[in-house]
């Protein structure tokens, strides 16, 4: 799942950077508001984590902007401020969820799967799907009662598809959500994951799309 974190303090991003990664996320991070505004509008994300107090444009100008275009992408914030009218400010500028400063990595963690399943339309921690259950929190999958051990990529293809269920998704889509800036990619990546999925699971469970990409049928 790709992630944009947006964070000038150099050991507070490093440091947040390192841990979203370990849980699985493809993460670009950014310290400068006015390059977060652009990349939001150049790119694709599942995720966004965004500090308020930013150089050249802030996190609620970063909001409004974003909102203004009608993207709903979840947003957690990250503040130092926890007052309730700086929260209510935030909350109406479009944020989806807040997070104060300092704070603990797994909160961060179950916070982001929380905005992911409401942006997802799911209430239930876990996916279930033609004998498929995937814990999010865990990271685990199993397949009609088995645990499946999935390489990092071949769980996030497969959580990405599952929260995807009838529809088409391309290998570029996929591409965009497993790698972050300044990865190296080859051609068939994609495809070389898919492949070993399926041996793991059935072979009809991801169909392709010729010339289009990938779906998990909904029947």
Same mark, same amino acid.
């Given at each position: 799942?790709? !992630?944009?974190? $947006? ?6 991003? #490093?440091?947040?950077? /390192? ?16 390059? /977060? ?11 966004? =984590? ?5 150089? #050249? ?19 957690? =914030?990250?503040?130092? %401020? ?5 929260? =209510? ?9 807040? $997070?104060? %400063?300092?704070?603990? !990595?797994?909160? @961060? ?27 999010? /929190? ?14 990092? %990529? ?13 529809? @088409? ?10 790698? /972050? ?10 495809? =070389? ?6 041996? %793991? ?10 010339? $289009? ?7």
């Amino acid at each position: 799942m790709r !992630l944009l974190l $947006v964070e000038d303090d150099e050991i507070l991003g #490093d440091g947040l950077k /390192a841990g979203l990664m370990m849980e699985g996320y493809a993460v670009d991070w950014l310290t400068n508001g006015k390059l /977060a505004d652009e990349a939001l509008r150049l790119n694709s994300y599942e995720l966004i =984590v965004l500090d308020l107090n930013l150089p #050249d444009m802030d996190g609620m100008a970063i909001l409004n902007s974003l909102r203004g275009r009608k993207d709903e992408t979840p947003v957690l =914030v990250l503040t130092a %401020k926890d007052t309730v009218a700086d929260r =209510v400010l935030g909350l109406d500028s479009g944020a989806d969820d807040f $997070v104060v %400063k300092p704070f603990d !990595l797994n909160e @961060v963690c179950a916070r982001l799967r929380a905005l992911a399943r409401r942006q997802e339309g799911r209430s239930t921690p876990c996916i279930e799907h033609k004998g498929i259950i995937l814990d999010p /929190a865990a990271h685990q999958v199993s397949f009609k009662g088995e645990k499946v051990d999935l390489s990092q %990529k071949e769980y996030e293809i497969l959580n990405f598809l599952m929260a995807n269920i009838g529809r @088409v998704i391309s290998r570029s889509r996929l591409e965009e959500t497993l790698y /972050a800036w300044g990865s190296d990619i080859e051609s068939n990546t994609v495809e =070389v994951h898919i492949h070993y999925l399926r041996k %793991k699971l059935e072979p009809g469970i991801i169909r392709t799309v010729r010339g $289009v990409g990938y779906i998990i049928d909904e029947e």
